[in-house]
Each structure stands twice: as structure tokens, then as C-alpha cells.
């Protein structure tokens, strides 16, 4: 059926189910006894909406349930129209909505999209409603191309975005010229105006609380919001990897800095050096989040960047974090010592924070003290006492732990070894009966040895101390909505090999491979898991450990002693049908 064939009119529940049955997807019991019940019951929704309440199985294949998306999918093909899901990551709402009015929009429930050449993208969820076309047709001077995507998403989406835009405009209208004179290139400006935004205004307000609502719907990990000669730019880290959201006018982007700045308690008149704050808040369902905050001055302006930690990561049990048994073990054995040091390695954003905390949590029973010292501290837990470094008050690290050595501490945690006095530091605690857990920017297990004994740490030291070390890497995790199963390709055979080499793992049957679907917007990932690489110190390790230590060697004995490479980690993952081949050939290095 061609939606230009049938007559203007509004879809009517009666005539959807029709089709529907028509097309084997419902029972024509199941149809009449819905139209049934809505004619006692009379309520003005879509009818895509009112189906999709009743969450029927499709009789036909894939029998999927007939949620609203699959439905407006449905409806979409067999009137002869494209679907389009809103990913409201991709509309540039600002430019859109200058194209008609929001009283317009609501009128024919109808949402414009993007502009694609000379043609003007409208979403709908009215197929055979088109009165609205020739006059924006006139208007926009663009051809009309009609999708059609979920009411609900319009509806919702219409609202969102022609508020938004609204408080993006009434913003730049209040200020002329540049608040943030800390721009090179804005300074020959000065002479013209520097009006200065004011935080607290209310359309400042309304963008900053859209903008950490969306991060949240989205899953964001951080948020940017970078400053460029003529615009700003918002974007967003989901799973790994920053994703464009919006630009904004350049005042729009220093006035939400300068709101952020202030709940941060940040100096909002100092924007030539770079500052750290914090902001805690809530989701729309009353769930705390936490906003680690760093300005940092650029060219154009301050680049913000907000950390989002979400407090649900410290009640995560250790096989939700990628924990296999094994590795579950043999870090147990590890945190249960009474003292010693224990070690977490890896790059920035591998997931080390997320591990010391939640095994922290683990630990923090009410008969020990547990005592952090970061920079900065990234959750406040309530269970631990937390101490922040302040370098300004020359309370490094090493300073910090001198400190606690007097607060009767059981536990320690030290953000980060840096150098050779904080190393000396923690080693003096471990000796003197407390655990210590702390972090080393290596890039496996071993590597934390030797840099050790760069920083200058004797190995006798190390020996006497050390308990252990566990690498780690992040990889996305599969979509389970719409990843498929295929048999190991050929040209994967060798791919395989060299990323077990020189593990002899055998090779699975088949693999999982990502297809991307609406629930992952379709990149075929959802979330991310840990890979591992524990390294327990033995006899036979130590004494390898020397001035002069052999990582050949080191890595070997604790090969044979039952360590696995990350590599080796990241294969047990794909044969479970978590990741791919090519995530954890990208994130882990090789297994020398």
C-alpha cells in the first residue's frame, strides 16, 4: 500500500490492527477484543502506541514482541515509507526548528530532521496526513522527503528540542560579544563589548541540565565541552568513543562553562589555569551521580570536561567487572594478606579506579580503617576516609601517606606511585603491617617491576613488599540484542593465532559479531568489560627480581606459575561470545 494512494486522514486503531492481521502479525481475535476494550475505555493516543502497550508476539518470524519501535518499523514498510529511528545524538535541533514553529510541529506531529542536499527531512507517525507538505515545501524552499519514526519519539523529542533551542537563542541574544576574554584570539575584540553572561539565567539554566540529563540517558562516561574560533562543541565518550553531540554559539558554550564552574564551586574569574572540581546531583528516577570536573585553558577559550561516576559501579560484583574465577582467585588471595603492596596497572580510562574501589568496599568492613589518598578523589564513599592532595599546601602523596601512617590505617590506597619518595612511602607502610593498594602506568604486569626499580626502589624492597600486580584493558561488550553467531572465517584462523601466540588456545567453533541495532545505537557495542593480567609474586619470582632484572624472564616464570596475558584474557572473552577479535587485538598489547 503507497501512502500517496489513500485518502488525507489519521491513522485509526480499527484500520492499524487491520493491517496488521491483514499481514499475519496479530490474531483477529486478539484485534477485535482490543477494539473492543478501546471503545469502553476512549483515549486519544496513537494507535501504534495503544498496540504496543499490550506487548503481542509477532506470529511471524523473527516473532519478535511488538514493542513501538518494532511496530513503527512495521507500519513503515507496508505503507511504502522509510523508517527512521531519532538518535537525538545526530539532529542539529538549533538550525531545524528555525524551519517552523513549535505550534506548527504539534499540529501535524510532525519533526524536521536534517537537511539532506536540497531535500528537507520530516519525521511523522501520520502517513496519510500531508496537508502540512506544500506549505513547507514553500516555505523551507526545499523538496519535503517524509520518514517515519515512533509518536512517541516525536512527541517527546519535539518538545525537548524546541525548548532547547529556544534557551540556546534567548542566550546568545543576551550577550553580543565574548565572556571569556581568556581567548587568544577573542582579545581584539575587547574593544567592540564584553558583556558578561550571567550563570544563574534561567536558559543557561535549562541548557546545562538538558545536556547532564542527556549524558546520562546515554551512558555517557565524560562529557566535553570544547571551545573553536566561531562555535563550541559538546561531545560525548560512550564506551570509548567520543561521539559529536551539538554545537553551540561561543557565548552559549563560556555562560554553561561559567554555570558549571559555579556549582562546582570553582573560581569562575580564573581561566588561565587549569582547576578541579566536583558536583553531585540526580537523575530524573532519584539516582545520585557524581561529576568529577578539570577546566583546562586552550586557545579559544576553557575546555571543560566532567568525569561522570555512577555510585552503582562499587556495588558491582567482580564477575560483572570481567572477573573470570581464576582471576577472581588469585586477586583474593591477593587483598586478603594483612600487609603489602598491591599494584593495578594500565593507561588512563582502563578501568583501575572502578577495580581499587570496588575492592575496597569488599574490604571496608567495620573492624579495619580504610584510608585513600588521591588526586583527585574520584567518588566520595562514605565507607572509606578520603584524602585529597593538595599540592598547593605541599601535601603530595608521599606527604599524605606519611599522614595516615598516624592514623592508625589497616588499608591504604594511594592514587598513584609517581615517584621515588611516595614508592618509599608505601613500601615503609607495607613494612610496617599495613595493605596498600595503589596504581603504576604500565602497559602489563611485569613492566611494574622495573619501573620500580627506575623510579629507584631497591629490589630487596620490592621483594620484601610486593605482593602482586594485575594489568588491565577495557573492550566493548557485544550488543545482546543484535549480535549473531558465525563460524571462525578462514581469514580469522591466523588472526586467532597471533592474538594467542604464544598460547596454543584452541580456536572456537564459531565467533560473535556485532550487527548494531536501535538498543546500541547501531554501533553492534554496549557497554565494556575487563580484560586481566594478575601476576602473583612466588619465591621463584623474587628471585628473579634484581638491579638488573630479566622482564623475559619475569614474564616467562609467571606465565608458567599461571598468569595469563591480557591477549590471552581478551581470547577467552571472544570464544565466550562477549567481544571480537578485532577489539582486543586494538586494546590489549601483545603476549610477548
Not at 34 to 41: F, K
Not at 65 to 86: C, N, S
Not at 195 to 206: E, L, P, S, Y
Not at 385 to 391: F, H, L, S, T, V
Request: proline share 6%.
Amino acid at each position: 500500500m503507497a501512502a500517496q494512494e489513500v485518502a488525507e486522514h489519521k491513522l485509526k486503531l480499527a484500520e492499524v490492527l487491520g493491517m496488521l492481521v491483514a499481514d499475519g502479525m496479530v490474531g483477529k481475535a486478539e484485534a477485535d477484543a482490543l477494539i473492543a476494550e478501546r471503545r469502553l475505555h476512549r483515549q486519544d493516543s496513537h494507535p501504534l502506541v495503544v498496540i504496543a502497550e499490550k506487548r503481542w508476539k509477532s506470529l511471524v518470524s523473527p516473532f519478535r514482541i511488538l514493542t513501538l519501535e518494532p511496530l513503527t518499523e512495521w507500519l513503515a514498510k507496508h505503507v511504502g515509507m522509510e523508517y527512521f529511528h531519532i538518535d537525538p545524538l545526530k539532529i542539529d535541533f538549533t538550525d531545524l526548528t528555525d524551519l517552523m514553529s513549535i505550534e506548527y510541529a504539534n499540529r501535524f506531529a510532525i519533526m524536521p530532521l536534517r537537511i539532506d542536499g536540497g531535500d528537507l527531512v520530516v519525521a511523522t507517525s501520520e502517513p496519510f496526513l500531508r496537508a502540512w507538505e506544500e506549505t513547507l515545501k514553500h516555505t523551507s524552499r526545499k523538496r519535503i522527503r517524509r520518514v517515519i519514526s515512533s509518536p512517541t519519539d516525536i512527541n517527546r523529542y519535539l518538545v525537548e528540542f524546541y525548548n532547547l533551542a529556544r534557551s540556546v537563542k534567548s542566550a546568545t541574544k543576551a550577550s553580543t560579544g565574548s565572556s571569556s576574554p581568556a581567548s587568544f584570539e577573542q582579545l581584539v575584540e575587547l574593544g567592540k563589548t564584553n558583556k558578561q553572561f550571567d550563570a544563574n539565567d534561567q536558559h543557561i539554566v535549562h541548557i546545562v541540565d538538558w545536556l547532564w540529563q542527556y549524558a546520562f540517558d546515554q551512558r555517557a562516561s565524560d562529557i566535553h565541552i570544547e571551545p573553536r574560533r566561531e562555535v563550541g562543541i559538546v561531545r560525548f565518550r560512550i564506551d570509548g568513543v567520543l561521539h559529536q553531540v551539538h554545537q553551540l554559539p561561543m557565548s552559549v558554550v563560556n555562560a554553561m562553562t561559567s554555570r558549571i564552574k559555579l556549582l562546582g564551586r570553582m573560581d569562575l574569574m580564573e581561566k588561565r589555569r587549569p582547576q578541579d572540581g566536583r558536583i553531585k546531583t540526580r537523575t530524573e528516577d532519584g539516582q545520585e551521580i557524581e561529576l568529577r570536573l578539570s577546566t583546562l585553558p586552550t586557545a579559544f577559550g576553557e575546555k571543560l570536561v566532567m568525569r561522570v561516576f555512577d555510585p552503582e559501579v562499587l556495588l558491582r560484583d567482580f564477575s560483572e567487572l570481567g572477573f573470570s574465577e581464576d582471576d577472581r582467585a588469585r586477586w583474593q588471595l591477593m587483598t586478603s594478606q594483612p600487609n603489602g603492596i598491591i599494584l593495578v596497572t594500565g593507561p588512563t580510562g582502563s578501568g583501575k579506579t572502578t577495580t581499587l574501589y570496588s575492592t575496597l568496599k569488599h574490604l571496608a568492613t567495620p573492624e579495619v580503617n580504610v584510608c585513600t589518598l588521591e588526586d583527585p578523589i574520584e567518588m566520595v564513599e562514605p565507607a572509606f576516609n578520603q584524602m585529597q592532595i593538595q599540592q598547593g599546601l605541599d601535601l603530595t602523596f608521599a606527604e599524605g601517606v606519611r599522614a595516615l601512617m598516624r592514623q592508625d590505617p589497616d588499608i591504604i590506597m594511594v592514587g598513584e606511585i609517581r615517584d621515588l619518595e611516595t614508592a618509599e612511602m608505601a613500601i615503609q607502610a607495607a613494612l610496617t603491617g599495613h595493605l596498600v593498594l595503589s596504581t603504576l602506568h604500565t602497559n602489563d604486569a611485569p613492566s611494574a617491576i622495573t619501573r620500580l626499580l627506575d623510579l629507584g626502589v631497591p629490589y630487596y624492597m620490592i621483594n620484601a613488599t610486593l605482593l602482586g600486580i594485575m594489568a588491565q584493558r577495557l573492550v566493548r561488550t557485544l550488543c545482546p540484542h543484535c549480535k549473531k553467531p558465525i563460524p571462525m572465517p578462514e581469514s580469522d584462523n591466523d588472526v586467532w593465532d597471533h592474538l594467542v601466540a604464544p598460547w596454543k588456545a584452541a580456536r572456537p567453533a564459531q565467533l560473535q559479531t556485532p550487527q548494531g541495532c536501535l538498543e546500541c545505537r547501531k554501533t553492534g557495542y554496549s557497554g565494556r568489560v575487563g580484560i586481566y593480567e594478575i601476576l602473583l609474586m612466588s619465591p621463584a619470582l623474587r628471585k628473579i627480581i634484581s638491579p638488573d632484572t630479566d622482564i623475559t624472564a619475569l614474564r616467562d616464570q609467571a606465565n608458567r606459575e599461571g598468569m595469563k596475558p591480557l591477549r590471552i584474557s581478551g581470547a577467552q572473552k571472544v570464544a565466550a561470545g562477549l567481544t571480537t577479535l578485532e577489539e582486543v587485538l586494538k586494546t590489549a598489547p601483545p603476549a610477548d
